[in-house]
């Protein structure tokens, strides 16, 4: 499995974009990188998937450059309802590892 | 509703008392894996089945065992609880393999052991 690095926590405040990188530098041809949110006490949920480029959904929008050996996760206009722990994952196949996550408040 | 259910949600026990967590997963999803998550540490992955009588081991498999013998059904036994066994536990389940297909997760379950 690839390791990952992300930051530990980031604050921002109501209606500003939040944009977490994650590192990965020895991430595979195969692997995949997919994002999980998850509030206190709550399973994570899936919020993007994306292998290269750019990838958007209603929730976030997910770049990852050419050499694919990081990736962004950019949450636009975030609300207090944001505030959650987001997890950044590398792998291909059925082994996984969450890490610590990076927790993202925001505030009013 | 596509979900999945754990149980108990919260449950406290003794050190070397037998205890099952159960796992029921309505989506006929062929993937189930279970984590454990703890302060600091995020989630790790204990047991994962890849389809029914089909497991093997995740990160922290000691003190745990599984079986699948349903495809809807991966329950969790912690043969002889220790102490350093109290988490909390998720179940989770996909289509194929998990890092390339959605994982949906249960609720929890808080496990406490005196």
């Known amino acids: 499995l690839a390791k990952t690095t992300q930051p530990i926590s980031m604050d921002s405040y109501e209606g500003q974009e939040v944009n977490i990188t994650c590192s990965h530098n020895?991430?595979?041809?195969?692997?995949?990188i997919t994002w999980y949110q998850q509030f206190p006490s709550q399973g994570p949920r899936f919020i993007i998937q994306?292998?290269?480029t750019k990838v958007t959904n209603e929730v976030a929008s997910l770049f990852i450059p050419a050499d694919r050996k990081s990736s962004t996760l950019s949450l636009p206009r975030v609300s207090l309802s944001d505030t959650a722990v987001y997890y950044c994952?590398?792998?291909?196949?059925?082994?996984?590892?969450f890490g610590a996550g990076t927790t993202v408040t925001v505030r009013a | 509703e596509a979900q999945v259910t754990q149980n108990p949600r919260y449950l406290i026990t003794v050190t070397g008392k037998k205890l099952t967590v159960t796992c029921s997963q309505n989506?006929?999803?062929?993937?189930m894996s279970w984590y454990r998550q703890d302060p600091g540490l995020g989630l790790r992955q204990i047991y994962y089945?890849?389809?029914?009588?089909?497991?093997d081991k995740g990160d922290v498999p000691e003190g745990y065992k599984v079986s699948r013998k349903e495809k809807r059904n991966f329950p969790l036994i912690l043969e002889s609880p220790s102490p350093n066994q109290t988490s909390l536990y998720f179940c989770?389940?996909?289509?194929?393999?998990?890092?390339?297909?959605?994982?949906?997760f249960g609720p929890g379950t808080r496990l406490t052991v005196l």
């Open positions: 989770a389940s996909s289509w194929g393999d998990s890092m390339n297909n959605e994982q949906f």
């Open positions: 020895n991430i595979a041809t195969n692997d995949y």
């Open positions: 994306g292998y290269k």
């Open positions: 994952l590398v792998g291909d196949g059925y082994k996984l590892s």
């Open positions: 989506m006929n999803h062929e993937y």
């Open positions: 089945s890849m389809n029914v009588e089909v497991t």
